[in-house]
């Protein structure tokens, strides 16, 4: 059993115990979090509509907030002397997946 959860403006797909790197969240480590699905898979059946996903619950707690790889950028434009060279981590939040209920 699986379901796909929206995450920020990504999706991402989760099963009990599976520990998966959201967008930031503001929530301290420890709290628990519930997740919006946007897709449920069991063995016998697939909910995707938004009334069956009505009874589906994701729960998760936050394990950390940890940051992404450093994005190295750089601008230039020629014959005007202007360079800029910038740098960009993203932060994100590391969740455990505790529980995925359908009713």
Do not use: C, W
Request: glycine share 8%; proline share 2%.
């Amino acid at each position: 059993m699986y379901a796909v959860v929206d995450v920020g403006s990504k999706q991402a797909k989760v099963f009990e115990g599976r520990t998966v790197l959201v967008e930031r969240l503001d929530v301290p480590a420890g709290d628990e979090v519930s997740l919006r699905p946007v897709l449920f898979v069991d063995d016998e059946r697939v909910l995707a509509r938004a009334d069956e996903l009505a009874g589906v619950s994701v729960v998760g707690e936050v394990v950390e907030e940890v940051k992404g790889t450093k994005v190295i950028g750089f601008r230039y434009k020629s014959k005007a002397n202007e360079r800029k060279h910038f740098g960009h981590r993203q932060k994100y939040t590391r969740v455990r997946i505790t529980s995925i209920v359908a009713e």
